[in-house]
């Protein structure tokens, strides 16, 4: 029994999975906790974070390589309501990198997030992301 | 004189656009035809696909491919109202492949469809899709 | 303090970058002007383009490589609002150009365009574009 998803839920959402792109292109790693419930397991390229605990370590390890510049281009957002506060879904991925000592960037990872979304009292985050690459799909 | 295109409408095309890209990606190839009507046509790299007949060959041959993995960016969609039960617009298109034997993908083919997408009882669908390549916009 | 971005306007808006890339991608630079306030400023590639007369100046350089055939491919809009009339935001670029002599593609450049949207009479327009690649973030 799929819920609908209101237009507003919809571009909520949008924006959560835009903004959590933003913060890791624009290397504010330490903020993506907070798009992410205090519960929130992500499981990335054959790590699993658990947790604000977690989220904090994984954005530390990140910050130690800041000169990965990246782009995390996302698009196909595809939704399924499950309850008025929990919508499933998949957003399609292409991460950039830029090549280092030089111009040009590359393709470094193609795939989709498949996600869990909640709402909480400060509005739509994070429960679950998975990582799948393009040939697990 | 163009028909304004309700954000309703904008954001059920949208996500039609979404599940068509989305269902080749997941080899969901013989679920197509259900996002496109029953009189359809969709021209696509030099081969013309008539309507649900059409669509069931497409889709077998399709199927005869599985190792062929594909990611479909949809991104710039443009909308010109016809009717309040038919819009045309335009989707931009990058077709990403992943390489066989390896790590890795390259993009295929970057082009727009040209679609009219017509209001049936169970919403949105495609009434004709034609993809054209960069170099023939 | 935030001021709320309307659904319409975010859509509005997203069309309006939209249309930026497409009018771009379908060589019909001069058309551009027309997404832009009078008193605009685009600073694009080392280039500052000024007001009405500085984006015609621009369009007539534009029209004089019609073989330079390009996807402005835009994800991640992310909006500010600042007042009931005014946007500001940011656009994710992959500029993809098409190989001339041959098949294929390449990625001339990723960034993000750091924008300021108007209101005016027509609807929303550019009043500031700055294109700020990847490696600048």
Known sequence: MAVNVS????IAIEQLVTEYAYRLDHQRWEEVADLCTDDAVLFIRG???VGQEGLAD????RAERPNRRTQHQMTLLRLDGVSADEVHG??????HIA??????????????YRDEYVREQGGWKFRRRRLVPLDAY
């Open 47 to 49: 790590r699993e974070i």
């Open 99 to 112: 090549k280092t000592g030089g111009g040009g960037t590359y393709v470094d990872l193609i795939g989709e």
């Open 90 to 95: 998949t957003a399609a991925l292409v991460l």
């Open 58 to 61: 994984w954005a530390a390890r």
């Open 7 to 10: 237009i507003e839920d919809r």
